[in-house]
C-alpha cells in the first residue's frame, strides 16, 4: 500500500504564498511514481494543477497556475512539494497529492493511483 499524506495548507490573503507537502510512505511505493497535485473547489471537479516526473526533471502545469506554482520533489525523503505564490482568490480549494505509475503527462485524476485526503486552502480578497 501506499500512504500520502499532504500539509501546509491554510489561510492566506491575496497575493500571498503557500508552500504544500506531501509525504509519501509505504511498502509498495516506488520514486518512479510521477506525482501530481490536484484542487478540488466546492461544487466543482477535481483538476490537474502540476505534475512531476519521477526524476524531478520534467514538470508540467494547467495554465491557470503556471508562472505562479512550482512542484518539486525530493526522493530520498520520500517528499514532494508545491510552492505557490501570488496565490489569487480563485486558487480556493482542498489540495491533493497523487501518485500515479504512468507518465507525468498524465492530468487526469483517473489516470493517478493513491491519494492523499487533502489539504485545505483558502485565500481572502
Known amino acids: 500500500q501506499v500512504q500520502l499524506v499532504e500539509s501546509g495548507g491554510g489561510l492566506v490573503q491575496a497575493g500571498g504564498s503557500l508552500r504544500l507537502s506531501c509525504a509519501a510512505s509505504g511498502r509498495t511505493f516506488s520514486s518512479t511514481y510521477a506525482m501530481g497535485w490536484f484542487r478540488q473547489a466546492p461544487g466543482k471537479e477535481r483538476e490537474f494543477v502540476a505534475t512531476?516526473?519521477?526524476?524531478?526533471?520534467?514538470?508540467y502545469y494547467a495554465d491557470s497556475v503556471k508562472g505562479r506554482f512550482t512542484i518539486s520533489r525530493d526522493n530520498a525523503k520520500k517528499m514532494v512539494y508545491l510552492q505557490m505564490n501570488s496565490l489569487k482568490p480563485e486558487d480556493t480549494a482542498v489540495y491533493y497529492c497523487a501518485a500515479g505509475s504512468g507518465t507525468y503527462r498524465n492530468i487526469l485524476p483517473r489516470e493517478y493511483n493513491y491519494w492523499g485526503q487533502g489539504t485545505q486552502v483558502t485565500v481572502s480578497s
Open positions: 512531476i516526473s519521477w526524476s524531478g526533471g520534467s514538470t
